[in-house]
């Protein structure tokens, strides 16, 4: 009897492997490529992805004997849900396994915008012993603007508190009593605009929130601000960052994430106050395993049709 087909749509742990057992019949594709998916997806029961894969509805109409999506990750923002559920298809995530990778990655940017880390790197490789260009900044008492205080957000408030750096957030959906608890206080997002040396996002992408750092919000920021995004591509306006860098509305930036990706060249790019990395926030060894084990734990499920906890 032949085994049924799952699909590793992208790199995936070893340990992912070892999970799913020997069961299926695994087949590797490239997600990214169209060309590649399409066919592929013919024959899969599930398909494993993270986020460089989009299961749109055309993906999930080219999949007529899949039963589930695994994104090994948090979040479903390249699964279309509603396309899944009307074609009977489970979706399932891995909404924690990665949140301590980035929220440590966001301190990292925090650390290397501060003190300029990377362009030091970049300029002391090239020969230039520039002390002085490199000057940076303590965090010590300075505001760090946490926007969307969930589970990412504030395990960078906890964090961050280490450095002794006031920690104000914006989040409607958390009251000021739980904030409080993480260290943070709420105020209102203008608020946490005009008054933070350092800004971070952590929302979902959603048509409220994409573009939701743009060229207004910039003129409310600080000049010396920093901004950070490690959540999604496209929260903070690409266009209007490459604008606020070019007309020194704020200090500088550091970018996990981009809408279109893989990223190439943008035009804020070019400044050295922008530090720039590809999409690494969970790209740790724990974190992929712990992703990899716990949607394979759930594809089996599926695959068995027994239920599937909520993660
Ligand atoms: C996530 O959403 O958890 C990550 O972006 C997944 C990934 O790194 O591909």
């Not at 742990?13 to 490239?30: C, N, Q, V």
């Not at 105020?187 to 573009?211: A, C, K, Q």
């Not at 970018?255 to 060249?265: H, L, M, N, Q």
Request: charge should be negative; charged fraction near 25%.
């Amino acid at each position: 009897m032949s085994k049924p087909v799952v699909l590793i749509a992208e790199e995936l742990s070893p340990a992912t492997m070892d999970a799913l057992g020997t069961d299926f019949e695994i087949r590797h594709t490239d997600g990214a490529d169209r060309d590649q998916l399409l066919p592929a997806l013919a024959d899969a029961e599930a398909v494993l992805i993270r986020s460089a894969t989009l299961m749109d509805a055309e993906a999930i109409a080219a999949a007529k004997n899949l039963k589930v999506i695994a994104r090994a990750g948090v979040g479903l923002d390249n699964v279309d849900t509603q396309s899944a559920t009307e074609a009977g298809v489970m979706v399932v995530n891995a909404p924690t396994s990665n949140i301590i990778s980035a929220a440590e990655l966001t301190c990292g940017h925090i650390l290397a915008a501060a003190r300029n880390i990377a362009p030091a790197n970049e300029s002391l490789k090239a020969g230039q012993w520039k002390r002085s260009a490199y000057k940076g900044i303590e965090l010590y008492e300075k505001t760090l603007g946490i926007i969307g205080l969930g589970r990412i957000g504030s395990l960078v408030a906890e964090r961050m508190k280490a450095f002794d750096m006031n920690i104000v957030a914006y989040d409607p959906y958390v009251t000021a009593a739980r904030a409080q608890k993480m260290g943070a206080h709420l105020v209102s997002l203008d608020e946490l605009l005009e008054i933070s040396d350092f800004i971070t996002i952590h929302m979902p992408r959603t048509p409220e929130t994409l573009g939701m750092l743009s060229d207004e919000q910039f003129k409310i920021m600080k000049d010396s601000a920093y901004v950070i995004n490690v959540a999604r591509g496209g929260l903070i306006d690409e266009e209007a960052l490459g604008r606020a860098l070019d007309d020194g509305l704020i200090a500088g930036a550091g970018i996990d994430v981009f809408v279109k990706e893989p990223a190439k060249d943008l035009p804020f790019f070019k400044h050295d106050s922008a530090t720039v990395t590809p999409h690494l926030g969970a790209s740790t060894e724990e974190a992929q395993e712990k992703a990899g084990v716990a949607v394979a734990k759930s594809v089996r499920l599926a695959l068995a049709g027994e239920l599937v906890p909520d993660a």
